[in-house]
């Protein structure tokens, strides 16, 4: 049976954008911490893959020279230039902290050792990682290096065939960017619309260039979407055009922040449906390097990746809903032996009718003028 391997460093998650950030690394040691506790780190069939040190020439894989060198100097965190705030370095959403070169090599080190136990035959969770929004040569969206870029080509370097799947709540722009006139990756995003959320973009339209016309697939979602809208449309978009591209193995974002508890997005999802997604894409694509990614409701999103690596490790979580309680919207992990699951989360009504028929409609899009070339 092959391995589910937890990758974690120590180091990276100890790391702290600046103390107000919403983004932070230490979600990976509470997760690492709660798996371990659940006892899924340990046994038949699990493995951990602790590292301290980030591997050598990692970001030249692709960022720009230019862009590692400032990476560089924004070491100290305590120098900023025009030349940094042209490249996305030192805003709010960037801000330049000690250790950012650091932080930024191991993060990608921690994917590619994730793409090299998927490339072995198991799979991979990576919960420092995920950094979707990172363009080649500019920190975008709390992203200051893009992890995911680096394992899908550390994955074709190897030959294998990649479909990258993205369910973050925020559009994957920056390996859409990477891959978008490459018809040998398949890069799928399913993401609140672009109309409503950062990064503004990921509309259905945006679909590959050139000879990868097709290869590029975004599934946008209207503010309100619930589980059973995110169901339907990735088991009849998503499984359908992974079905029809038959990748050898799968790199996942799978952020949280499409919850209904995010402080950050509209959507209203729960972590029943997000696992049901990666149940059904594990039971037809197994050999998946999950990333992290976005999820800034701290509580929930520990929960949801220890059920993720549970999952990939083929584990059952013993215990019942803890959410049952009267009134209270989710499980609460306090209670001893509570189910680490949320209680369901229903859009209702007029909303729900909208966001059915959109749903609809964008399927019948990608019926008419993705499907054909994919199949
Ligand atoms: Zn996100």
Redesign the pocket.
């Known amino acids: 049976m092959s391995d589910a391997v937890f990758v974690y460093s120590p180091a990276l998650a100890r790391f702290e954008l600046s103390p107000d950030h919403p983004f932070k690394p230490e979600r990976a040691r509470l997760t690492f911490e709660m798996c371990s506790d659940r006892g899924l780190l340990t046994g038949d069939g699990v493995r951990v893959d602790e590292f301290i040190e980030e591997e050598e020439g990692v970001l030249e894989r692709w960022h720009t020279a230019e862009y590692i060198s400032l990476l560089e100097r924004a070491e100290s965190g305590s120098e900023i230039d025009v030349e940094m705030l042209h490249h996305g370095l030192g805003t709010a959403e960037n801000p330049v902290f000690k250790g950012v070169y650091t932080y930024s090599k191991l993060a990608a080190t921690a994917s590619v050792l994730a793409a090299r136990a998927v490339a072995a035959g198991g799979s991979a969770f990576n919960p420092c990682g995920g950094f979707h929004h990172a363009h080649r040569d500019r920190a975008s969206g709390f992203c200051y290096v893009n992890d995911a870029v680096i394992a899908i080509l550390e994955l074709r370097r190897m030959g294998l065939r990649v479909a990258y799947v993205d369910i973050?709540?925020?559009h994957g722009d920056g390996v859409q960017e990477a891959f978008y006139d490459d018809p040998d990756v398949l890069a799928i995003s399913v993401h609140e619309s672009g109309r409503t959320l950062f990064p503004w973009g990921g509309f259905e339209k945006e679909s590959g260039a050139g000879s990868a016309k097709g290869y590029n697939i975004n599934v946008p979602l209207e503010p309100e979407t619930d589980d059973n809208v995110f169901m339907f449309l990735f088991s009849e978009i998503v499984m359908d055009a992974l079905g029809l591209f038959q990748p050898e193995v799968v790199v996942g974002t799978f952020?949280t922040?499409t919850f209904a508890t995010d402080p950050l997005t509209h959507l209203k999802m729960t972590n029943n449906g997000y696992i049901d997604a990666v149940a059904m894409l594990r039971s037809r694509f197994p050999r998946i390097a999950a990333l992290g990614?976005?999820g800034y409701n701290i509580e929930n999103t520990v929960r949801s990746w220890t059920l993720l690596f549970a999952e990939l490790a083929g584990r059952e979580i013993e215990g019942g809903y803890g959410g049952a309680l009267g009134g209270v919207l989710l499980g609460d992990p306090s209670i001893v032996g509570s189910d680490l699951r949320d209680m369901h989360v229903y859009t209702t009504g007029k909303a729900h009718d909208e966001i059915r028929e959109r749903s609809e409609a964008l399927i019948e899009w990608y019926r008419g003028e993705i499907r054909p070339i994919l199949a």
């Open positions: 973050d709540a925020h952020g922040d990614g976005g």
